[in-house]
């Protein structure tokens, strides 16, 4: 399962996947489900966790463009100037469901 394209329509990243099937993501329900470890945190092998605990909400957060990363990921450039997720293709699958 591979984008057969990628477009910005208005505030949305819109996927045709090469099944011929269409995703929509707004641009604020992909910067909230950023699987960075600014976003969500990290743990050491210490068990202490490290970031995640910025805003949880993003109102007005556009996608300013974005960058392929390999033939498995996309990784968004935000408006608010988060950059560092990388949404795998089997990921934004999985974020889809969450849309419904």
């Given at each position: 399962?591979k984008?057969?394209?990628?477009?910005?329509?208005?505030?949305?990243l819109?996927?045709?996947?090469?099944?011929?099937?269409?995703?929509?993501?707004?641009?604020?329900?992909?910067?909230k489900?950023?699987?960075?470890?600014?976003?969500?945190?990290?743990?050491?092998?210490f068990?202490n966790?490290?970031?995640?605990?910025?805003?949880?909400?993003?109102?007005?957060?556009?996608?300013?463009?974005?960058e392929?990363?390999?033939?498995?990921?996309?990784?968004?450039?935000f408006?608010?100037?988060?950059?560092?997720?990388?949404?795998?293709?089997?990921?934004?699958?999985?974020?889809?469901?969450r849309?419904?």
């Amino acid at each position: 399962m591979k984008p057969k394209d990628i477009q910005l329509i208005g505030s949305e990243l819109a996927i045709v996947w090469d099944d011929g099937k269409e995703s929509y993501f707004p641009s604020d329900f992909l910067r909230k489900h950023s699987p960075s470890a600014q976003n969500i945190g990290e743990k050491d092998i210490f068990g202490n966790q490290y970031g995640g605990d910025g805003p949880k909400e993003f109102a007005g957060v556009t996608i300013k463009g974005w960058e392929l990363q390999g033939n498995y990921a996309i990784r968004p450039i935000f408006s608010d100037g988060h950059g560092s997720g990388l949404f795998s293709w089997e990921f934004l699958k999985e974020l889809e469901s969450r849309l419904s």
